[in-house]
């Protein structure tokens, strides 16, 4: 791959200078002040976190755009955890081809301990001044747009560019990679359905989202699920799990889904309750990382690419510490910290909603 072969650096960073610096003294990098024009000329590109289906396009679209606008793109590997080890080197438009179909992330990520202490932020920040960055582009979640909130408090310009499948930030309605996972679960239930119906079984599916059930509702209503729970609706085993099987086995049905947010429950532990409960023999399954991999859709590799357009766009401007959000389905970026204090939780309506499907 290209840019495993570029992954040289030009000049080694002095380690021993930055170990031995006072980190109580940390020289900040200037910030532009509002409606100052950008002077940026060299910028860093990370992704953070879970790797999610689409954040490639995103990178591929922060480097050709920056380069293409005549900035250096520096890719940063291994998220904040080469960052502060300084893993970070030169991109060309080149090092980027071929990347917008696939899943995971070519530079790599990590969920690094270490930059969750202060010294490792700090690191971080001297890390980005070493290398002479006047920005990173943060791709990831929540937590990664926390770890940016750091840098930025350390004088570090960021932007952050929403990669999640859990589509859990609450200032998008959208984050690059929900789509891509939730066709994946979607055709991997249409399956496990197949199975339940020749077996006459019920199967309760475990589907990701974190403490968000985005991802489960959805995939609930696709696949034609008879019973959905997520965290943001309380339920109970008796009432709302079994009772609405026994009422689908009263109509006629012969086989049932459960699909459940793994904020919700476990399929193990509810797939036993539910057998113990009606006799009907019931099957659990944990999808796990497979909703993390595999091609991007096109919702993720088009708005992945306007999301990382629109980030340099920031850059370009003097708009710093931003957040690129999706906001009335049109791409659009917010304040950082402002962006990190709002809040976002799935309707408690939809699951009523949904139970009128059946
Ligand atoms: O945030 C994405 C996600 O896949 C969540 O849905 C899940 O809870 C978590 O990451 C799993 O994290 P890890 O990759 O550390 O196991």
Do not use: W
């Amino acid at each position: 791959m290209a840019f495993e072969r570029n992954f040289e650096r030009d000049s080694e960073p002095d380690m021993d200078s930055l170990r031995a610096q006072n980190y109580e003294d940390v020289p900040l990098i200037k910030m532009l002040k509002a409606g100052e024009k950008s002077s940026a000329k060299k910028i860093g590109v990370l992704t953070s976190g879970g790797d999610a289906p689409g954040m490639n396009a995103a990178l591929r679209a922060v480097a050709r755009v920056g380069i293409n606008s005549g900035l250096e793109v520096y890719g940063i590997r291994r998220g904040y955890h080469g960052l502060a080890k300084g893993e970070i080197s030169q991109l060309g438009t080149r090092d980027v081809a071929e990347t917008i179909h696939k899943g995971g992330t070519i530079l790599m990520t990590a969920r690094s301990e270490e930059f969750r202490t202060t010294p490792g932020q700090i690191r971080g920040a001297l890390m980005a001044e070493v290398y002479d960055l006047d920005a990173i582009v943060v791709i990831g979640g929540d937590g990664s747009f926390r770890g940016a909130r750091c840098l930025a408090r350390l004088g570090v310009p960021v932007i952050g560019i929403p990669g999640t499948i859990d589509n859990d930030i609450s200032c998008t309605e959208y984050t690059i990679g929900y789509d891509t996972a939730m066709n994946t679960a979607v055709e991997a239930i249409d399956k496990i359905r197949d199975t339940a119906s020749s077996h006459e079984r019920c199967s309760v599916i475990e589907v990701m989202g974190r403490n968000a059930g985005y991802i489960a509702y959805n995939v609930g209503v696709a696949t034609g699920a008879e019973v959905i729970l997520v965290p943001e609706v309380p339920y109970d085993i008796e009432k709302d799990v079994v009772k609405t099987i026994l009422e689908g086995r009263n109509k006629g049905k012969s086989n049932y889904i459960i699909v459940v947010a793994e904020g919700a429950g476990h399929a193990t532990e509810i797939s036993a309750q539910v057998e113990k409960a009606t006799g009907i023999e019931t099957r659990p399954t944990v999808l796990g990382y497979i909703q993390r991999g595999g091609s991007p859709t096109l919702r993720d590799r088009t708005t992945a690419s306007v999301m990382g357009m629109r980030a340099v766009d920031c850059i370009l401007s003097g708009k710093y510490n931003r957040i690129i959000v999706e906001k009335g389905g049109k791409i659009t970026d917010v304040d950082l910290e402002e962006g990190l204090a709002m809040t976002k939780r799935m309707p408690e309506e939809h699951i009523v909603e949904a139970k009128r499907l059946l």
